[in-house]
């Protein structure tokens, strides 16, 4: 592996793999919105949607992620010596 610290975007993975290019769009509601999904699976998604904020983001709402991130990361607060 030649670079195994570096994030590769998915065009740039889609290119390595297939050697082509990559066309697609990464929006998931206008995919949802296409004709090829159904109005259950339309409701379904959107249902989603509202449980994840419902479960996800209430608890996230007194949390004060600039002093979290350190704690859920594993970086303590004092910088490290080189």
């Not at 195994?4 to 290119?15: A, C, N, S």
């Not at 929006?27 to 998604?45: C, E, H, M, W």
């Not at 959107?46 to 007194?62: A, S």
Request: hydrophobic share 30%.
């Amino acid at each position: 592996m030649e670079n195994p610290e570096r994030v590769f975007t998915k065009r740039q993975l889609f290119l390595a793999v297939w050697d082509d290019e990559y066309y697609y769009d990464d929006n998931p509601l206008r995919d949802i919105a296409s004709s090829q999904y159904g109005l259950i699976d339309k409701v379904t998604f959107f249902c989603g949607k509202v449980r994840t904020y419902n479960d996800v983001y209430q608890r996230l709402y007194d949390i004060d992620l600039s002093e979290a991130y350190k704690e859920l990361s594993g970086h303590s607060a004092k910088r490290r010596a080189p």
